[in-house]
């Protein structure tokens, strides 16, 4: 069964641009997650996908972010206009349920120069 | 919404003894308390998780105890090994609704050969 895969692995934009993240959960897992740590600090929650719907989205930093999971399978995650701030690793993750074991991708690191 | 502290943030500690790393949460309906491995340029993975329910669960070398009258919920690794090297991260999550594993800051702990 494949794991969870996200894309690109690494991203170097300048500040200004745009860029999207994708992330391919494990089939069936109606749970998606994305998250973001910055060096050194907590893998910080940004938003929860039930199937194609934003379940919960507090952890968003602002409007220059927008996911998307149309149809409810992959997702992506836009950063537009990109700051030097957003830089960081962006994980996500998917899970039959909320309380079971949260399968996580390797991550994409973005830094923004 | 859930809070999870965890400490220490760095854990340095020679092969064989033992390592203990805490994490406290916030809001008392969370119920499932899963713990993460992170080996450097990895994905985080699941290694050991605890359900409301139980007091104690162990695999092998690991071992995890949850107090839920205090709100708090502790990883042990005895005889530790260099391959323990890594960043541990607790979680905290409930059933249903729009409950999300919410995330510590994370324990580098570093074991010496």
């Known amino acids: 069964e494949a794991g969870v895969t996200q894309f690109p692995s690494h991203s170097v934009i300048e500040k200004g641009q745009t860029v999207t993240l994708r992330c391919d959960p494990i089939s069936g897992h109606d749970n998606l997650y994305w998250y973001r740590r910055v060096m050194g600090k907590e893998i910080k929650f940004l938003l929860h996908f039930v199937k194609e719907s934003k379940q919960d989205e507090s952890g968003m930093p602002n409007n220059r972010f927008l996911a998307e999971r149309t149809g409810g399978t992959y997702s992506t995650l836009k950063v537009q206009p990109a700051e030097l701030e957003d830089s960081g690793v962006y994980f996500c993750a998917s899970s039959l349920w909320t309380d079971t074991e949260a399968f996580f991708g390797q991550g994409t690191r973005l830094t923004v120069v | 919404g859930e809070n999870v502290e965890q400490h220490p943030s760095t854990l340095s500690v020679q092969e064989g003894d033992s390592a203990v790393i805490k994490c406290t949460y916030s809001?008392?309906?969370?119920?499932?308390f899963p713990w993460y491995k992170q080996e450097l340029g990895k994905r985080p993975q699941l290694i050991i998780d605890?359900?409301?329910?139980?007091g104690e669960k162990k695999d092998q070398r690991i071992a995890v105890t949850l107090n839920k009258t205090a709100k708090h919920f502790s990883l042990h690794i005895t005889e530790t090994q260099p391959e323990d090297s890594a960043v541990y991260f607790c979680a905290a999550s409930t059933t249903g609704g729009s409950y999300i594993p919410t995330f510590g800051r994370g324990t580098s702990l570093i074991v010496h050969p």
């Open positions: 809001d008392s309906a969370s119920n499932y």
């Open positions: 605890i359900r409301s329910n139980v």
